[in-house]
């Protein structure tokens, strides 16, 4: 248990569907951060937060859409998604600052997109 | 472009070996870095941190830093199957940067 939680744990979802996936951390951290992982590939950084302000999108489809109401949670709004789509999608935090940062990984969530 | 360079792998070592596991970068900047592990199907968690060149030693893990060189590498001494995974190298710059760069990862597989 890393202090990191997501729901869903997995998800199936239609090219059409829309819908969130949810991250909380309860470690008091500043950062958030979504990656992808997909099959035989480098994690691959999608947005980062820091104090609730995006400060990285790494050219994220649109159909991709974050949103940082406080420090705590973090969502990804999925529309309109494509079957390349489907991953494990990581939320980690960090403390945001320069020294000592380890990220802390949530459990992902498994996506597929039929 | 920061690159974090790490041999996909599989490495396979017997138990009781050593593993030894590489990892190279190109930012010479570059201030602290970091080893997860990665069990399949699991998200990655922390083993080992290191900031000085030189080697940090932590139960059977050892990070070795050689700034110079520009790389970093993790042996695990005695390695056991349960250590079988994939180990992420993570690189990141000083001046304040937080954002951390994966290398790809390199598969280990420890045999009985």
């Known amino acids: 248990e890393t202090g990191v939680t997501q729901t869903p744990r997995h998800l199936v979802m239609g090219m059409t569907n829309k819908k969130s996936l949810k991250c909380e951390q309860h470690?008091?951290?500043?950062?958030m951060y979504w990656y992808k992982q997909s099959a035989k590939k480098p994690l691959e950084l999608m947005f980062v937060y820091n104090f609730k302000e995006q400060t990285e999108n790494n050219s994220v489809p649109s159909r991709f859409s974050p949103e940082c109401p406080n420090s705590s949670h973090l969502f990804l709004h999925l529309h309109t998604l494509q079957p390349e789509d489907s991953a494990l999608y990581l939320c980690?935090?960090?403390?945001?600052?320069?020294?000592?940062?380890?990220?802390?990984f949530g459990p992902g969530t498994r996506l597929l997109v039929l | 472009q920061k690159e974090v360079e790490q041999n996909s792998g599989p490495l396979s070592v017997p138990e009781g070996a050593i593993a030894s596991l590489n990892c190279t970068y190109s930012?010479?900047?570059?201030?602290?870095f970091f080893w997860y592990r990665q069990y399949s199907g699991k998200s990655p968690e922390l083993i080992m941190s290191i900031y000085s060149n030189g080697d940090k030693e932590d139960g059977r893990f050892t990070a070795q830093l050689n700034k110079a060189s520009q790389y970093v590498s993790l042996l695990i001494r005695d390695s056991q199957p349960s250590d079988s995974a994939t180990y992420l190298c993570?690189?990141?710059?000083?001046?304040?940067?937080?954002?951390?760069?994966f290398g790809r990862g390199t598969s280990l597989i420890v045999h009985p």
């Open positions: 993570a690189v990141l710059e000083g001046g304040g940067s937080y954002i951390p760069t």
């Open positions: 930012d010479r900047g570059s201030q602290s």
């Open positions: 470690l008091g951290h500043n950062a």
């Open positions: 980690a935090s960090s403390q945001g600052g320069p020294v000592e940062e380890t990220q802390y």
